[in-house]
Nanobody, 121 residues
Framework: EVQLVESGGGLVQPGGSLRLSCAASGFTFSSYAMSWVRQAPRKGLERVSTINSGGGTTTYADSVKGRFTISIDNAKNAVYLQLNSPKPEDTAVYYC??????????????WGQGTQVTVSS
């Protein structure tokens, strides 16, 4: 069973830092790209960042470029999002996300349960 479990959210001051973690299981983690997606209050989903399966290619939303960093640890089956200098507008529920091909050869979108990040002084 594919599972994505986020942790690390909480309250952070503007200009501070926070690291989100996503523990993955139930699939060959090293074979898939992983993403972080967020949803701010009363707004739609926004793809924050994606990292390819080898970890050598990363993409970021313009809104977080230069402040957030995505990384993976294939030994731990984990993906991280480092939030540096967060702003109040980064307040959102952050989800770990991946498109995974399972036993029936179909590809499905998998989401974690989300972790709340609140940026406030």
């Amino acid at each position: 069973e594919v599972q994505l479990v986020e942790s690390g959210g909480g309250l952070v001051q503007p200009g501070g830092s926070l690291r989100l973690s996503c523990a993955a299981s139930g699939f060959t983690f090293s074979s898939y790209a992983m993403s972080w997606v967020r949803q701010a209050p009363r707004k739609g989903l926004e793809r924050v960042s994606t990292i390819n399966s080898g970890g050598g290619t990363t993409t970021y939303a313009d809104s977080v470029k230069g402040r957030f960093t995505i990384s993976i640890d294939n030994a731990k089956n984990a993906v991280y999002l480092q939030l540096n200098s967060p702003k109040p507008e980064d307040t959102a529920v952050y989800y770990c996300y991946a498109d995974i091909t399972v036993w029936d050869k179909n590809t499905y979108a998998y989401w974690g349960q989300g972790t709340q990040v609140t940026v406030s002084s």
